[in-house]
T-cell receptor, first 113, second 114 residues
Framework: EAGVAQSPRYKIIEKRQSVAFWCNPI?????LYWYQQILGQGPKLLIQ????????DSQLPKDRFSAERLKGVDSTLKIQPAKLEDSAVYLC???????????FGAGSRLTVL | QKEVEQDPGPLSVPEGAIVSLNCTYS??????FMWYRQYSRKGPELLMY????GNKEDGRFTAQVDKSSKYISLFIRDSQPSDSATYLC??????????????FGTGTRLTIIP
């Protein structure tokens, strides 16, 4: 089966600019996650969707981050305006049977200058 | 105190050695314990999945959970250069929708020297 697809793989922007990341989960996976992984740290959950509804966005900095999952399939994560501390890899993951068994994409690496 | 503590390493061992990776945790509600392997510039991939205390073996990999000590381990036997990666422990309180939020350790970077 095809894996979790993410794009772009790499993005470099200046602070205060905006950026958007796209994720296509594994077909049939109802649950989709966005994680932030800062260099040298473990992934931190930003937002979790079940179909197109938000389950958990408690750690999403809502003043600058937004995410949507239209039609319960693809998802986009947007950052506006970006700060230096947003430099990280943004990982998308999806799950099917066991809710805590995640399949991750390769990630989108963001560098904010 | 972090909920999950993991020694970031780096850890370098010669090929063929036994590797021991560990995590400690503070949340007694955690019941599901996972090890993910992350190669450079890739996303994490699930390596081992265990429930509650005990051992689980899969080929060269053995996962151990000691809930009384809040301590989990991953052992790699006959280590190979292809095992060089960052190993992340992860834990959750449940496997059902709504309880499955994963808390990750910081990851241990492992290098196997040929």
């Amino acid at each position: 089966e095809a894996g979790v697809a993410q794009s772009p793989r790499y993005k470099i922007i200046e602070k205060r600019q905006s950026v958007a990341f796209w994720c296509n989960p594994i077909s049939g996976h109802a649950t989709l996650y966005w994680y932030q992984q800062i260099l040298g740290q473990g992934p931190k959950l930003l937002i979790q969707f079940q179909n197109n509804g938000v389950v958990d966005d408690s750690q999403l900095p809502k003043d600058r981050f937004s995410a949507e999952r239209l039609k319960g399939v693809d998802s986009t994560l947007k950052i506006q305006p970006a700060k230096l501390e947003d430099s990280a890899v943004y990982l998308c993951a999806s799950s099917l049977a066991l809710a805590n068994v995640l399949t991750f994409g390769a990630g989108s690496r963001l560098t904010v200058l | 105190q972090k909920e999950v503590e993991q020694d970031p390493g780096p850890l370098s061992v010669p090929e063929g050695a036994i590797v021991s990776l560990n995590c400690t945790y503070s949340n007694s509600a955690f019941q599901y314990f996972m090890w993910y392997r992350q190669y450079s510039r890739k996303g994490p991939e699930l390596l081992m999945y265990t429930y509650s205390s005990g051992n689980k073996e899969d080929g060269r990999f053995t996962a151990q959970v000691d809930k009384s000590s809040k301590y989990i381990s991953l052992f790699i036997r006959d280590s190979q250069p292809s095992d060089s990666a960052t190993y992340l422990c992860a834990m959750s309180a449940g496997s059902n929708f709504g309880n499955e939020k994963l808390t990750f350790g910081t990851g241990t970077r492992l290098t196997i020297i040929p």
